[in-house]
């Protein structure tokens, strides 16, 4: 039996989260299919992790997950894996396409063994929304960009001050809260556009796009310290999409 203890879950920092789900489960694992809520009441979260690392046989090693995925299920397709994680109250566990149990306990059949009703998500399909952000697939691509609500209070925000001095703008900008994927950085032009036509019709000089932090600073998804995850092959042009 896997050592649960071993098996890391927790995310420290929502930044953490967002790239431990985005990048290293969703567009490196293909886990696509999900079901996510928050820690009921009655649980703690370490119990929630628990008995859900159990329930689904998340806590493997990567030998074992490799070795599971080559072997064929009863249905003739091959066996999945699941992943698990927790940010504060928050989880999401993902499964693989494939054979595993996490489909048939998270549907309810008919009499006739048709699917009623699913409880679980593609996110090719329906986009992963946590803190604002939304992980989703866009043209056959992984797209991290802000929710629509998130962006309406920015724009609101940023057109407020698109006529004060270039300095105090640079400043505002370039503590812009939210980390620079792709899709992030597409949606943060589409404000700078916005606040550029309306210094225009002011008289104004326009913004730089220089004033836009464009790089993620890296992290460490499990810990609050330690060496920190270095800038790898899947840089920001693979997960740009248009907002």
């Not at 989260?17 to 694992?29: C, E, K, P």
């Not at 703690?44 to 070795?67: G, N, W």
């Not at 992030?184 to 104004?204: E, P």
């Amino acid at each position: 039996m896997a050592n649960r203890s071993h098996y890391r879950c927790v995310a420290t920092s929502i930044e953490g989260f967002l790239f431990q789900l985005a990048v290293s489960y969703v567009t490196n694992g293909k886990y696509y299919f999900y079901v996510q809520g928050s820690v009921p009441s009655w649980r703690t979260p370490a119990e929630h992790d628990s008995r859900m690392l159990s329930q689904y046989d998340v806590a493997i090693s990567k030998f074992a997950r490799c070795r599971r995925r080559k072997r064929i299920g009863n249905s003739g397709r091959h066996l999945a894996n699941c992943q698990y994680l927790r940010f504060s109250n928050f989880w999401i566990l993902l499964c693989q396409e494939g054979e595993n149990a996490f489909f048939e306990r998270n549907c309810r059949r008919d009499a006739d063994g048709a699917i009623e009703e699913q409880w679980f998500c593609d996110v090719r399909k329906s986009a992963i929304q946590f803190n604002e952000y939304s992980v989703g697939f866009f043209n056959d691509k992984l797209t991290v960009r802000l929710t629509s609500k998130a962006m309406a209070g920015l724009r609101s925000y940023y057109l407020g001050l698109a006529l004060k001095p270039l300095p105090y703008l640079r400043e505002e900008l370039a503590t812009f809260p939210y980390e620079a994927y792709g899709g992030v950085l597409k949606q943060r032009y589409s404000i700078l556009r916005s606040m550029n036509l309306k210094r225009g019709a002011a008289g104004l000089p326009a913004i730089p796009t220089s004033f836009i932090k464009k790089r993620r600073k890296p992290v460490k998804p499990f810990e609050p310290k330690g060496p920190l995850i270095r800038k790898t092959s899947l840089d920001l042009a693979d997960l740009s999409l248009a907002a």
